[in-house]
């Protein structure tokens, strides 16, 4: 049996089951995890997990820590994105990969699912102009520096809006199909 996956104790104590939010809320709600000190792909996961994965348990935040500041602070691929794709993942990946007969059926089942994956990160780069963590950073001077902090927690909300809204987009096609 899976737990309930509620931060209610560190955002002040509303109840997410009873609370949707757009894009836009799922972003500042990242944001306020990252200002409690989750890392940028915790935040992202968590964020998701809050308000679409009350089947999944507590502890599967657990494989989103290692990915914080670029996997394991080597500042490669941004967290916040890594987050990002860890997040649409959960709503439209495989529960069981072999469930498919056949190989051709699970070739064409993962092409569905890279696609939205690769349309969500191409956007995330076309607005970044990378998806680098130590080229997002650069700019900003000391990594440990408050203006290298706070222009994470924007990403990491602008990384958890896009990706809600692939989220949305997967949830209509299915209702369609």
């Known amino acids: 049996m899976h737990e309930k996956y509620i931060f209610s104790d560190i955002l002040g104590g509303f109840d997410m ?15 306020n995890y990252f200002r409690k000190g989750m890392n940028c792909t915790e935040c992202v996961m968590a964020t998701f997990l809050d308000i ?32 990002a794709v860890m997040a ?25 699912i890279y696609d939205i994956e690769g349309r969500m990160v191409e956007e995330i780069k076309q607005k970044y102009g990378t998806l680098i963590c130590s080229e997002l950073s650069a700019p900003m001077g000391e990594f440990e520096g408050k ?31």
């Open 88 to 112: 649409l993942s959960a709503a439209v990946g495989r529960k069981d990969p072999l469930e498919k007969e056949t190989m051709a059926e699970r070739v064409e089942e993962l092409k569905k």
């Open 52 to 83: 679409h994965g009350s089947d999944f348990p507590r502890a599967v935040l657990s494989l989103a820590t290692g990915f914080g500041a670029g996997m394991g602070h080597t500042k490669n691929t941004c967290g916040a994105i890594t987050g």
């Open 147 to 177: 203006t290298r902090k706070k222009n994470c927690m924007q990403m990491i909300g602008e990384c958890t809006e896009i990706a809600m809204r692939y989220v949305l987009e997967a949830e209509q096609n299915a209702k369609t199909e």
């Open 17 to 31: 089951e009873t609370y949707n939010m757009t894009p836009q809320e799922a972003g500042e709600h990242a944001k």
